[in-house]
C-alpha cells in the first residue's frame, strides 16, 4: 500500500512561558523566522492550548488576549475573519500559527483556531511540565490518559483521541505505520484523520509512512 506523504512542518507543543522566554529569529527573504526556545529548539509552527482573556480592535487589527496559565500573549488578526465572531472571553481555544514580533512585542498569527474543551489545558500543562521534558513519567502518562478520558466521556466524538490511543498502544518507541494504524482504527476516514492531525501538529511523521505522538 503506498503511504501518504506529507511534507507541511510539524506545529509543535508549547507554552506560553517558553514563548515568552525564548527569542524571536527573524530569518533572510524566502526562509522561514522562528522561535528558539530556551532549551535551543527551533520552532516553527506553534500548537498552543489557551483561554480567551479578552478581545480588542484598533483600526483593522483584532488582538485576542491569551492565558494558558504559564503566561499571556496575543493572537493577532490584520483583517475581519469569521472566527473573531465565535470567539468569546472566557472559552479555551486550540491555536496553530507562528510567531511575530512587532517593536519587540512577541505575538502569534493564527493558521487555525477552534474550541476545545477547557481539560485540554490541563493535558497540556502536564505534558509540557519541565520535568516531563526530560522523562515522561509514568505517573504523569496516567495521569494525562486519565484527563484524556474525562474528555471523552464529555465528548464521544473525539476520533482524534482515539487515533492517539491506537499510536500509543502500538508504539515501541520507533512510531507506528500509518497502514498499521489504518488496519487497527475502525472509525472511518482514518487516513484523512491521521492527514489532518499531521497538518495540525497533534502527530508528526519521523519517517515517510511513520507517525509518532508529540
Request: net charge negative; charged share 30%; no cysteine.
Given at each position: 500500500?503506498?503511504?501518504?506523504?506529507?511534507?507541511?512542518?510539524?506545529?509543535?507543543?508549547?507554552?506560553?512561558?517558553?514563548?515568552?522566554?525564548?527569542?524571536?529569529?527573524?530569518?533572510?527573504?524566502?526562509?522561514?523566522?522562528?522561535?528558539?526556545?530556551?532549551?535551543?529548539e527551533k520552532i516553527y509552527r506553534l500548537n498552543l492550548f489557551a483561554i480567551v482573556l479578552n478581545k480588542e480592535k484598533v483600526g483593522n487589527i483584532t488582538n485576542i488576549l491569551l492565558d494558558d496559565g504559564s503566561g499571556k500573549i496575543n493572537l493577532r488578526y490584520f483583517e475581519d475573519d469569521p472566527v473573531l465572531e465565535e470567539l468569546q472571553i472566557g472559552e479555551v481555544i486550540l491555536v496553530i500559527g507562528k510567531l511575530r514580533s512587532y517593536n519587540q512585542e512577541k505575538y502569534l498569527a493564527p493558521e487555525i483556531v477552534k474550541k476545545i474543551n477547557s481539560l485540554w489545558l490541563k493535558v497540556r500543562s502536564l505534558e509540557m511540565a519541565k520535568e516531563v521534558k526530560e522523562i515522561f513519567d509514568v505517573d504523569v502518562k496516567v495521569e494525562v490518559e486519565k484527563v484524556i478520558d474525562e474528555v471523552a466521556d464529555e465528548d464521544n466524538t473525539l476520533p482524534v483521541q482515539k487515533i492517539i490511543k491506537i499510536i500509543n498502544e502500538l508504539d515501541q518507541g520507533e512510531g507506528v505505520l500509518i497502514e498499521e494504524i489504518i488496519s487497527n482504527s475502525v472509525l472511518n476516514g482514518t487516513e484523512q484523520i491521521i492527514e489532518k492531525m499531521l497538518e495540525n501538529g497533534e502527530i508528526f511523521q519521523i519517517s515517510p509512512g511513520k507517525v509518532k505522538v508529540l
Open positions: 500500500m503506498e503511504q501518504p506523504s506529507y511534507q507541511r512542518q510539524v506545529a509543535i507543543k508549547t507554552i506560553i512561558s517558553d514563548i515568552l522566554a525564548g527569542e524571536f529569529v527573524k530569518e533572510e527573504e524566502n526562509k522561514s523566522d522562528y522561535l528558539l526556545t530556551p532549551e535551543n
